[in-house]
């Protein structure tokens, strides 16, 4: 604990001198960050802890934008979206959810108004099916073979 300043004493010597004895003492040396420049607030940005925060955490950053332009991104990037789908109904609950989002959008006055219409369910979806890879083809079984049975676990789990 640090002693008392002395009566009499001004309190910018007192410190001058609290911090040449820790200066001889070695408490300054090692720490970390020593030779770094320090992180100062560009102009005094009264958002810096933000935006520090946002740095030291790792935050999306596209998390942080409107809605509206949320949307607009996403409907940029629905053909690479729906490229690593499997199934078609799978495509067209995704595009349905979309468009109902995009819908709620319009409809919403806050935030800004940027311009986003709706997605052209059956054009994705024929560039989809244009371009998804040929499903694997089962080994069909030989026509003097019966279809196998599933067991009970088989259509529980399928």
């Not at 200066?23 to 020593?34: N, S």
């Not at 109904?89 to 006055?109: F, G, H, K, M, P």
């Not at 073979?145 to 088989?154: H, I």
């Amino acid at each position: 604990m640090t002693e008392r300043k002395p009566p009499g004493m001004r309190t910018q010597d007192w410190v001058e001198a609290q911090i040449q004895q820790a200066q001889k003492a070695g408490e300054f040396d090692d720490l970390a960050g020593a030779g770094k420049p320090l992180r100062l607030a560009d102009q005094h940005d009264p958002d810096w802890w933000v935006k520090d925060f946002i740095r030291r955490e790792q935050v999306d950053t596209e998390a942080l934008l409107p809605a509206a332009v949320q949307l607009r991104k996403e409907k940029q990037q629905v053909r690479e979206k729906v490229a690593g789908m499997r199934r078609e109904s799978e495509v067209r609950d995704y595009l349905a959810d979309l468009n109902q989002r995009i819908l709620v959008s319009i409809r919403d006055t806050t935030g800004p108004v940027v311009p986003v219409g709706t997605v052209n369910e059956e054009e994705i979806l024929e560039h989809w099916r244009a371009h998804r890879p040929e499903p694997a083809q089962a080994d069909a079984a030989t026509p003097d073979e019966a279809p196998r049975k599933k067991s009970f676990w088989q259509k529980l789990f399928s």
